[in-house]
């Protein structure tokens, strides 16, 4: 059984956010996306206190049946970089480098498999930046891309494709799209460069297709930077609040048939660079490095706090995180567990073992034998999970637990 522990929260409203948090996302929309981690893949359960302690305190008990495991998917080699998206029937890997780039998808269980319908694009040829990558239903793929190798100029395509049918998008690209369940399809265009954190001009939800009951409206002092519309209609996000004597970072969320909410994060959060959790009920942020899972509750901002920071974390729609471990070690430590935003504030975790040197030659990974640190984690359902690990000689090897 996994040792249940207190960890102290709190829910000191934030006045001012550090202009640095503009400066952080500033140099890439991915910002709100990507994470980072290292440590030790033994079975363990942890007992997690309310401050930092060392990792002596690590208990070693065995396993239990049942628990997930890790295993290889695929490699990508050396100078090509990666980035996990999360989609409604699965996940998408998006692959770019100075020879190309290529889009693979993983719907449900399924393997990842190439978009035939990419490969017949020019633009494949040149250096592209994946800003966004959005699903509407199980068969169209929304595609937003940044080309840099002019910089200052900077090239941008958005595409859409149905089966092997492509389709430019002129003019538009993308922070958002999702379908929701009354059948209309919602997007949330960047009219500038999307690169950078804020537009110039106000940001507006749109109807892409189908019919929308409502749409909300943004104020005209928020900028969002990291978004999440749901099939429900709930949107999601993080953005920057301006004033004339300061910048503040707020949570906002917009239920269908109620006013948005626009919630200031905590003063703990207040130099630090909060994430979107997408597809959680629970969590609505975290800080990978103070360790932090951020929800609503009564219409303000409540913390837990995780002893152990982590540099990847995902949170599925069963309540379940899952998070790597910042403890400088390889082979990485990853861990999954529960946290309860009650009085008590427990949390209860547990290690997944991941593929040994051994297991990941037997698998197919000829230069991802030594994995160096998780930087990437997508939750699709609990026993669903995709991870993107660094290994030791640049390459990149992606896995998925399994149950």
């Not at 160096?372 to 991870?387: E, P, Q, R, S, Y």
Request: charged share 25%; proline share 7%.
């Amino acid at each position: 059984m996994a040792k249940r522990v207190q960890v102290r929260y709190g829910v000191d409203p934030m006045k001012k956010a550090s202009v640095a948090i503009l400066a952080a996302c500033a140099a890439s929309f991915a910002c709100a996306q990507k994470p980072t981690s290292r440590a030790s893949g033994s079975a363990s359960t942890v007992a997690v206190p309310a401050e930092p302690t060392p990792p002596s305190v690590i208990d070693n008990t065995p396993r239990s049946k049942g628990s997930a495991m890790i295993s290889f998917v695929a490699e990508v080699p050396e100078g090509v970089e990666t980035t996990l998206y999360r989609l409604p029937s699965g996940v998408a890997l998006f692959e770019a480098s100075e020879k190309g780039w290529q889009l693979r998808v993983a719907r449900g269980r399924g393997p990842l498999s190439p978009v035939d319908a990419l490969s017949r694009l020019p633009e494949r040829r040149r250096y592209h930046q994946g800003l966004f990558v959005g699903e509407i239903g199980d068969k169209e793929l929304w595609l937003s891309l940044l080309d840099e190798r002019e910089f200052p100029v900077l090239h941008f395509v958005t595409l859409r494709v149905t089966g092997t049918i492509l389709k430019r998008v002129p003019g538009k690209w993308y922070r958002a799209l999702a379908a929701l369940d009354t059948g209309g399809v919602i997007a949330l265009p960047t009219a500038e460069n999307p690169a950078l954190l804020a537009d110039d001009s106000p940001q507006k939800f749109e109807r892409v297709a189908g019919t929308i009951p409502k749409i909300p409206t943004i104020s005209g002092d928020l900028r969002l930077y990291d978004v999440d519309i749901r099939a429900n209609g709930e949107i999601r996000a993080l953005a920057v609040r301006t004033r004339v004597e300061a910048r503040e970072l707020v949570a906002w969320i917009a239920s269908p048939g109620a006013a948005p909410r626009t919630l200031p994060f905590p003063r703990e959060v207040a130099e630090e660079t909060p994430r979107l959790v997408r597809g959680s009920a629970t969590f609505i942020a975290s800080v990978d490095s103070k360790g932090l899972w951020i929800g609503e509750r009564e219409e303000r901002l409540i913390i837990v706090k995780n002893a152990m920071p982590f540099t990847s974390a995902a949170a599925d729609r069963e309540g379940n995180v899952w998070f790597a471990e910042d403890m400088h070690q390889s082979p990485p430590r990853v861990w999954r567990g529960r946290i309860n935003f009650g009085s008590d504030g427990q949390l209860e975790a547990t290690t997944v073992p991941i593929p040994s040197a051994a297991e990941l030659e037997a698998a197919g990974a000829h230069n991802c034998r030594e994995l160096g640190f998780i930087d990437a984690i997508v939750t699709l359902a609990d026993g669903n999970v995709w991870f993107s690990a660094n290994c030791a000689h640049g390459a990149h090897a992606i896995l998925r637990s399994s149950t």
